[in-house]
């Protein structure tokens, strides 16, 4: 008889997953047909329309392998939506395709250079589809026999598994049955063994077994069992990131420093080997390159050596497609004492696609409300929404996007599920917008610290200044 193998771990429930709102957590993809026209709403995106029409054009082009090496700036007001397109274009690249965002103040705020944190940011951006041929164990499961020592630290087992033609029987480590466990593999499972890896694949139930249980989710597949040989040669399909490649061969590191995120500097001669290697690879068919992309959010914070590096390194062979964004009109630009468009020097302004974000009517603020409204959970009376909308043509999209979750706790403190006007007048009392904030801030004159800096323009201040 088969048997079901529980230890502590299968009884432990699936951590409920608690799905987390963040502010563009309603972005779905761009919202686009298959001419690759804008719908109107769609996606989580609304209104906008050049701008994502343009980051259609751009994604089309990057998933056709076309585009690398070229940039491409989103240039607006802020709260236009330029993160949120981006984000937009992240979720349709494909799973395959990699995507790196950063903000370009984290460059500063790395224990590495300026030009090694951009380096890497480069090269996560940079795919490597890799074949590899690996040997796997497919087959249904017969039996699976657990032995387990009185003291339960150590199990050994048997796993019996068969195919259409023979069926085999193989000793089990502890390794390999806390993975079946964790699988909650059982027999009449038809499955998968890397052999190199050990990694567990479970394919489906066997037809064979389909009358057994009851009991079984309206989800379990059913699949064949297979046929021939068990051990098989399988050519298997990875796609890791250079900077990936690059961590895992660097010997002060190893691999495990890619979950622990702190990677250190890695030697240029290291880059070069694996580059070279990849080459190879190339060459021989055994991998193939996917450029992805690379989003660096608010780029007018990066400094001139960090924009010439950017320079190079976009006429880079292995380079992805860099998109930044900005919400700068003529700024200076930092570690310079010269002003220059959206704070970026002139000679990278020259290599850069400019899409500009236009701030949004009434009627797509409206939309983008009601949009938030329904991703936070939050009724909205048509009266409050329309208040809403001129609020955030007073103030600003974000702010206003702000108060739908303030409204909502003041409205559930009256019992209410509704969010009324009255829920926003006071939210509204409760939280400054910006430019209340700054009346406020002049009618407080002298009270508070650090208010002293006179003729503070718009630049962005720069430790170099
Ligand atoms: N077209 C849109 N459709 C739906 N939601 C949008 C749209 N544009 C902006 N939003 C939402 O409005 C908020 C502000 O937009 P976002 O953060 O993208 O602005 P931004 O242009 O990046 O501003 P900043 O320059 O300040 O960074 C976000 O919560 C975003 O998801
Ligand atoms: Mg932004």
């Not at 050049?50 to 751009?58: H, V």
């Not at 199990?155 to 023979?166: A, C, E, H, N, Q």
């Not at 500097?265 to 290697?277: D, V």
């Not at 450029?291 to 976009?314: K, Q, T, W, Y």
Request: proline share 3%; hydrophobic share 40%; net charge negative.
């Amino acid at each position: 008889m088969a048997m079901q193998i529980s230890t502590g771990t299968s009884e432990l429930r699936d951590i409920t997953k608690m799905e987390r709102i963040g502010a563009h957590s309603h972005i779905r993809g761009l919202g686009l047909d298959d001419r690759l026209e804008p719908r109107e709403i769609s996606q989580g995106l609304v209104g906008q329309v050049k701008a994502r029409k343009a980051a259609g054009m751009i994604l089309k082009m990057v998933q056709e392998g076309r585009i690398a090496g070229r940039a491409m700036l989103f240039a607006g007001p802020p709260s236009t939506g330029k993160t949120a397109i981006a984000l937009g274009m992240a979720q349709s690249l494909g799973s395959d395709v990699p995507f790196t965002m950063i903000a370009a103040s984290e460059v500063f705020s790395l224990s590495m250079s300026k030009t090694e944190a951009l380096t890497q940011a480069f090269r996560r951006s940079i795919g490597v589809r890799i074949k590899e041929e690996t040997e796997l164990v497919e087959g249904e499961v017969v039996e699976i026999q657990i032995d387990r020592s009185l003291t339960g630290a150590t199990k050994t087992g048997k796993l019996t598994i068969k195919t259409t033609d023979m069926e085999t029987i193989y000793d089990l480590g502890t390794k390999m049955i806390d993975a079946l466990t964790k699988e909650k593999v059982l027999a009449g499972d038809v499955i998968a063994i890397d052999k190199t890896s050990g990694k567990i694949t479970k394919l489906g139930r066997s037809f064979a077994r389909s009358r057994d249980y009851d009991a079984m989710g309206a989800d379990t597949k059913f699949v064949q069992c297979p046929e021939g040989e068990i051990q098989k040669r399988k050519e298997v399909v990875h796609t890791v990131s250079l900077h990936e490649i690059d961590v895992i061969n660097s010997r002060t590191q190893g691999f495990l420093a890619l979950f622990a995120g702190d990677t250190g500097e890695i030697k240029p001669e290291l880059r070069s080997q694996i580059n070279t290697k990849v080459a190879e690879w190339r060459e021989e068919g055994k991998a193939e390159i996917i450029p992805g992309v690379l989003f660096i959010d608010e780029v007018h914070m990066l400094d001139i050596e960090c924009f010439s590096f950017l320079n190079r390194a976009l006429e880079n062979d292995l380079a992805p497609l860099v998109i930044m964004a900005s919400n700068r009109g003529m700024a200076r630009i930092r570690g310079t004492k010269f002003r220059s468009p959206h704070g970026l020097p002139m000679d990278l302004l020259d290599r850069v696609l400019i899409v500009s974000t236009k701030p949004y009517t009434e009627s797509d603020i409206r939309e983008i409300i009601q949009i938030r409204c329904q991703e936070e959970d939050v009724q909205l009376s048509p009266e409050a929404s329309t208040v809403l909308t001129t609020m955030a043509l007073q103030t600003t999209l974000r702010y206003a996007l702000n108060l739908i979750a303030c409204a909502q706790v003041v409205s559930r403190k009256r019992k209410s599920e509704l969010v009324d006007v009255e829920d926003l007048r006071r939210s509204y009392t409760y939280f400054m917008d910006e430019k209340r904030s700054v009346q406020w801030l002049k009618e407080q004159q002298g009270s508070l610290i650090f208010e002293e800096i006179e003729g503070t323009s718009d630049d962005v201040m720069d430790s170099s200044s």
